[in-house]
T-cell receptor, first 115, second 114 residues
Framework: GENVEQHPSTLSVQEGDSAVIKCTYS??????FPWYKQELGKGPQLIID?????GEKKDQRIAVTLNKTAKHFSLHITETQPEDSAVYFC??????????????FGQGTTLQVKP | EPEVTQTPSHQVTQMGQEVILRCVPI?????FYWYRQILGQKVEFLVS????????KSEIFDDQFSVERPDGSNFTLKIRSTKLEDSAMYFC????????????FGDGTRLSIL
């Protein structure tokens, strides 16, 4: 089945610096890659997603890049702020899931932004 | 902005008892999901539901689990005879018209089995 590997598991940056989180996936047929932010006591919140027909997508300080050849996608957060501190999860659909919407999540990255 | 709502926020149940977790998905969404997250671990898929039937389920979703959309708004997860290992956060999510559309999550129900 699909295996989604996420790195690093923890990331600490100074406020204003950039943060990059990377995920690799195993199924070359995967075509949809969301990123979720989870704050303490809350559910995962979709922050950005990308489909396999584009290589990059931006939304203000957040961007996602996709390298289909290498089967990895990355979350980039620029000008980090303390409120960016949270756990970030990547996800991808497993092979053979058809149109069911099933997502396999990465292990999560705990991002700490130090003021 | 429309959101997915889940009740209760915390459920404490004796082992062996039945529990029902409730969700109100976003109103015009057609795909519904349950995921769970054991403390400190990643989010795991349990089941997807479309057109009033299960479209996919994981190995975790055994005969003790069932889902239902009893009316036009609620989506429920029932665990018939709870086990200690069922203790986790349970998240409901809903998505739009197709299975590969963005999924939006509720804030979860913390299930504690004693």
């Amino acid at each position: 089945g699909e295996n989604v590997e996420q790195h690093p598991s923890t990331l600490s940056v100074q406020e204003g610096d950039s943060a990059v989180i990377k995920c690799t996936y195993s199924d070359s047929a995967s075509n949809y890659f969301p990123w979720y932010k989870q704050e303490l006591g809350k559910g995962p919140q979709l922050i950005i997603d990308i489909r396999s027909n584009v290589g990059e997508k931006k939304d203000q300080r957040i961007a996602v890049t996709l390298n289909k050849t290498a089967k990895h996608f990355s979350l980039h957060i620029t000008e980090t702020q303390p409120e960016d501190s949270a756990v970030y999860f990547c996800a991808a659909p497993p092979p053979g899931s058809g149109n069911t919407g099933k997502l396999i999540f990465g292990q999560g990255t705990t991002l700490q932004v130090k003021p | 902005e429309p959101e997915v709502t889940q009740t209760p926020s915390h459920q404490v149940t004796q082992m062996g008892q039945e529990v029902i977790l409730r969700c109100v998905p976003i109103s015009n969404h057609l795909y519904f999901y349950w995921y769970r997250q054991i403390l400190g671990q990643k989010v795991e898929f349990l089941v997807s539901f479309y057109n009033n039937e299960i479209s996919e389920k994981s190995e975790i979703f055994d005969d003790q689990f069932s889902v239902e959309r009893p009316d036009g708004s609620n989506f429920t997860l029932k665990i018939r005879s709870t086990k200690l290992e069922d203790s986790a956060m349970y998240f409901c999510a809903s998505g739009g018209s197709y299975g590969d559309q963005p999924q939006h999550f509720g804030d979860g129900t913390r299930l504690s089995i004693l």
